[in-house]
């Protein structure tokens, strides 16, 4: 974008530095100086500056949007003109908007205007931006786009067939530009057109059908704003540059159209002498709801690594014309209309931070930046720790198919859940989500079994499924497989065991499972238990062939919750008194131990209780007798006494 720099200070009054000193502060502020010319204008000395504007700040790809930020970092003013509002005169002309693509449009019909040659001021302007003089009004279209950022189009109206309409081009049909370029499209390009003809590219180029030329009295001038991604589509698809679509491919603020459309027609009432013969044509949102920015002002210095105080960036956003109310130390930042690059708190540390100066911050120092919360859900860590511990005790991870077929199910699923079946399978044979990790690893086994691989260790960790009535579920599983000639479920059930303490679940148990799936031997099949929760299996497939085999699962979900409700942690510093108890429990039944151990977690308060723990058992003539320890927390040793007491009596 170019600017001279007289028309800067024309339009920021009290600009007082020099053209070298505006382009640097427009370089320290994100507006990089490419070029800096000494030229002449009007007979005058001047100097032309030209600049990168980002990608996110449209309303800076204008004289206007340029001399508003100058004017905010100086903290000065800035001043231009403004067209007068248009009364409805006259008859309605047929306008139609037939795209959603189509955010805006304002349009007006003029009369009797004048096609003299453009002022030498206006062409020697225009060929700064190297844009060639046309005719007066066309020039004055072009000037206005160049100074406000909106680009509009001159129309004929003498050459329109019947209703204008904005619409998306459904033929393939070759289009003359106004440079008399051929076009050819090929549909889906949105365009203008009467019922004849295309008369424009919608915020590209006007075409040659109803295009202005010196003999032209009766003119339909129109603005508009469209959806940025159809703009850039078109003009690319088509090999289309021009200075329209390139504003026009950005997000430009609707409000603004209003100012830089009543200038445009004034200009041309001045100096064509026109006459508005028709009401405005008006469609579409004329205003942006203003965004409502929550900022801790603290954030500026964070980021920086520089100290803000809360008093400069107030300044500098309140130059910006940002709304400032606070709310304790937070403040409540409403945005202008016509910045709709400021959305979140992190925009405004960058308007602060600029203006401050980048030159500012440190090269050699590190923000000293909060550290943010973790929002990596538990579960994410676990599997990832379940992984290296695997992977460590030489189990190789596999990735298998989530659909199964029924049969598989009904010989794995060991969940009192039922199967859940697909619609329009991409595989008839395999309709079914898995319920058990083990029917991929069986799988897999079987293949190594082809290739005469005896000894086998793999694992998988990912979805199982179900369904329970009309309910859906699912959860996270582990999974793990081995295959040797022989093998002990014990030594297997204690691997398992171990890693997951390590994950520092503590309250884990084993038991003989009421339930066991098809292919267990039902003698060699053990229940895992998280503070008393059903939370995995363990099991000895039954004679498959020479090798023995043998399987775990455990529901990771569970060892979340586990690990969510239980208390203890062993990397918590101790500050209070603990005290140990033990209690001898007698049973034949495993399960009858978990609901004492339930008991106990459920009735000591959870700002007394540490820990509850199976520590030793012994077999009985009938049964077995089981000792189980219960560690109370900030407690005397009578209070302990007296609590373990109720809670073990016969």
Not at 424 to 448: A, H, I, K, Y
Not at 489 to 504: A, M, P, Q, T
């Amino acid at each position: 974008m170019k600017i001279l720099y007289n028309q800067l200070k024309q339009l920021v009054p009290g600009l007082t530095v020099t053209a070298r000193e505006v382009g640097e502060v427009f370089t320290m502020t994100g507006l990089m100086l490419d070029g800096l010319e000494e030229v002449s204008y009007q007979g005058k000395k001047d100097w032309l500056l030209s600049l990168e504007v980002r990608q996110n700040r449209p309303d800076c790809l204008s004289v206007w949007g340029l001399a508003r930020d100058l004017a905010a970092y100086y903290g000065l003013s800035a001043q231009w003109p403004v067209g007068e509002k248009l009364n409805p005169v006259g008859q309605p002309f047929d306008i139609k908007i037939s795209s959603d693509k189509v955010k805006r449009v304002k349009a007006v019909q003029l009369a009797a205007l004048r096609q003299a040659a453009s002022p030498a001021w206006l062409t020697e302007w225009l060929a700064f931006y190297g844009l060639n003089s046309v005719n007066l009004s066309v020039d004055l279209s072009n000037y206005v786009m160049l100074l406000t950022g909106y680009a509009s189009h001159l129309i004929d109206s003498d050459k329109v067939n019947g209703r204008l309409e904005w619409r998306l081009n459904q033929d393939k049909i070759a289009v003359a530009t106004l440079d008399g370029t051929a076009v050819a499209l090929t549909g889906g390009e949105l365009v203008i057109a009467d019922q004849n003809k295309i008369v424009a590219l919608a915020g590209i180029v006007g075409c040659r059908g109803a295009e202005i030329n010196q003999s032209s009295t009766n003119v339909i001038v129109e603005m508009a704003l469209y959806d940025r991604g159809i703009i850039r589509e078109n003009a690319r698809r088509l090999g289309i540059v021009t200075e329209a679509g390139q504003r026009l491919s950005h997000d430009l603020a609707p409000n603004g159209l209003d100012d830089a459309f009543a200038y445009l027609i004034a200009l041309l009432m001045e100096h064509g002498g026109g006459t508005v013969i028709s009401p405005v044509f008006d469609y579409g949102e004329a205003v942006v709801k203003p965004a409502v920015i929550d900022f801790d002002p603290a954030l500026v210095s964070r980021f920086a690594g520089i100290a803000v105080a809360p008093e400069r960036s107030r300044e500098i956003l309140e130059n910006l014309r940002c709304h400032i109310s606070e709310a304790g130390n937070d403040w409540q930042v409403t945005a202008p209309a016509d910045r709709l690059d400021l959305r979140y708190a992190e925009d405004l540390v960058e308007e602060v931070v600029r203006f401050v100066g980048y030159d500012k911050i440190p090269i050699d120092e590190v923000p000293a930046l909060a550290v943010v919360k973790k929002i990596t859900p538990v579960l994410y860590d676990l599997k990832d720790h379940l992984r290296d511990l695997s992977a460590a005790r030489g189990f190789d991870e596999i990735l298998s198919q989530p659909l199964v077929a029924d049969s598989v199910n009904n010989e794995t699923n060991y969940l009192n859940w039922q199967p859940v079946t697909t619609q329009n399978s991409v595989n008839e044979e395999f309709p079914d989500l898995r319920q058990s990790l083990v029917t991929g690893l069986l799988n897999q086994w079987q293949v190594f079994k082809k290739k005469n691989i005896n000894f086998c260790q793999i694992f998988e960790i990912g979805k199982v499924f179900g369904r329970s009535g009309q309910n859906y579920q699912e959860h996270e599983a582990w999974g793990l497989l081995r295959a040797a000639e022989q093998l002990s479920v014990n030594d297997f059930k204690r691997e398992i065991e171990y890693d997951l303490r390590s994950l520092g679940l503590t309250e884990l148990r084993w038991r003989p499972a009421e339930h066991a799936p098809l292919l267990a031997n039902s003698q060699a099949t053990f229940e895992l238990t998280l503070n008393g929760q059903p939370a995995g299996l363990v099991y000895k497939l039954k004679p498959l062939a020479a090798e023995e085999v043998v399987c775990g699962e455990v529901n990771l979900d569970a060892a979340v919750a586990a690990l969510e409700r239980d208390h203890h942690n062993p990397a918590v510093e101790v500050l209070g008194k603990l005290v140990a108890l033990d209690a001898n429990v007698e049973t034949d039944n495993p399960r009858e131990l978990e609901k004492v151990l339930e008991r106990v977690r459920a009735a000591v308060p959870v700002d007394n209780f540490w820990s509850v723990a199976v520590v030793d058992e012994f077999a009985l003539a009938k049964g077995r007798r089981y000792t189980v320890r219960v560690i109370y927390r900030d407690l005397s040793d009578q209070e302990a006494k007296e609590s373990h007491t109720r809670l073990f009596k016969k």
